[in-house]
Structure formats: C-alpha cells, structure tokens
C-alpha cells in the first residue's frame, strides 16, 4: 500500500464547475498535510497548509479527516488556469523533517 | 518561503559522464534536500544535505552515484555520477525551515542522458 494515495485522473471538467479531489494517508501519526500545484514542467509550489479545522483560500477549500486518514481538495468556480497536477503530501511520522509525496491528480479545466 | 536558484535549468549529457547540479537559497535554511521526479512520478527523496557533514541518504540512493555538497546554509550541490538513460529524470532542489512544515523548490533541472 501507497503511503499518499491519490487517484490519478485526470479530472477533465468546464470552466465554472467544483471538482474535489481525495487523498489517503497510511501513518495515522502524521501531523502535517499541505497540498502543492504542478503545472507541466515546473516545480512543485505550496497551494495551501491543511489545518485540522479546515481551511479555505478563496475558492480553494481543505478539510482533513483524522479517523478516516484522509485529506480533499475542493476547488469552485474552476478556471482554465487551475489546470495542473495537484500533489498530496504528508509528513513523515518517523522522520522530524521528511515529506511524502502521493502521485498527483491531474486536473483539465476546458473552455 | 525562499528564492531557490537552481542550474543548470536542463542538460542533455553523454552516458558515462556526470553533472553537477547547482542550488543557491537566497537565505540560511535549516533543511536541503535533493528530489528526483521520473516521468509521469511524483518526487522521490534522495538524500538530505547536511551542511558540513555528509549527506543522508534515502533508501536506494548512495554517495558514490549521487555525491553531495553542502559548505554552507546557502548551497548545495547534487552530482550524477556515471550517468546512464535511465538516470534521465527531474532533479529538484527543495528547502525547508522547520520540522514538519512545508517545503519548497527550485524551479528544477531536466536531465537526458543519451
């Protein structure tokens, strides 16, 4: 088993739709949760901290769900420049500084 | 958050030799680490840069192919020693300033080996 599992996708969906995204997590003993952005070719770049409340970032919304091991992404009112990998990442338990990468899910906003 | 220089910025090389990839931070930071991102994967830990002592390797990574340099709080430095196709892959340079908070990267080097 994965330790970050996201599906894939991709997520192919118009401008002006929400799209959620999912993401597990094995080490119940994590205590940090970010989501980053990949577009194609670039480096990775912190979307937003995930906080046990539940944060949101304009049209961008993260809730962690601690018992359930997992963590979404939601994001309103797509625009066609959302269009990007979106990575999961969670800390390391065993580790005071490591990160753990899931494997992205790709978002297409079209016209 | 860090400006995080990274080069070369791409680099096609010839299979056998080995590139020395560069990362300057434009501030002392407690945390460097090296990432490999293979086409189509998420990023892979290779190592920690450990300023003034030698770097800790991940699992499946060893000095001898991947040899790295930290003098300061500022730099580091990622080699790829003896290069082959399969070593052809996203480098990324990536800093962080606590425990257990975020990190963040250098725009990246592309590596083909041919």
């Known amino acids: 088993r994965k330790e970050v599992e996201q599906d894939p996708g991709p997520f192919n969906v118009p401008e002006g739709a929400t799209v959620a995204f999912n993401c597990t997590y094995s080490?119940?003993?994590?205590?940090?949760f970010f989501w980053y952005r990949q577009d194609c070719r670039k480096e990775p770049k912190l979307l937003m901290s995930v906080y046990s409340s539940g944060n949101e970032d304009g049209r961008f919304t993260a809730q962690l769900n601690r018992a359930s091991q997992y963590i979404s992404l939601l994001i309103r009112d797509s625009k066609l420049s959302d269009s990007a990998t979106y990575l999961c990442v969670v800390n390391d338990p065993d580790s005071s500084y490591k990160l753990i990468f899931g494997s992205g899910t790709r978002l297409l906003v079209r016209p | 958050s860090a400006v995080i220089s990274q080069k070369p910025s791409r680099d096609i090389c010839q299979r056998g030799t080995s590139l020395t990839i560069q990362c300057q931070v434009d501030s002392q930071v407690t945390m460097m680490f090296w990432y490999r991102q293979q086409p189509g994967q998420s990023l892979t830990l290779i190592a920690t840069?450990?300023?003034?002592?030698?770097?800790?390797?991940e699992s499946g990574f060893v000095i001898d192919k991947f040899p790295i340099s930290r003098p300061n709080l500022t730099f580091s430095t990622l080699t790829v020693s003896n290069m082959s196709p399969e070593d052809s892959s996203i480098y990324l340079c990536?800093?962080?300033?606590?425990?257990?908070?975020?990190?963040?990267f250098g725009q990246g080097t592309r590596l083909t080996v041919v």
């Open positions: 080490n119940s003993a994590s205590q940090s």
């Open positions: 990536s800093v962080g300033f606590q425990m257990n908070t975020e990190a963040f």
């Open positions: 840069a450990n300023q003034g002592s030698e770097a800790t390797y």
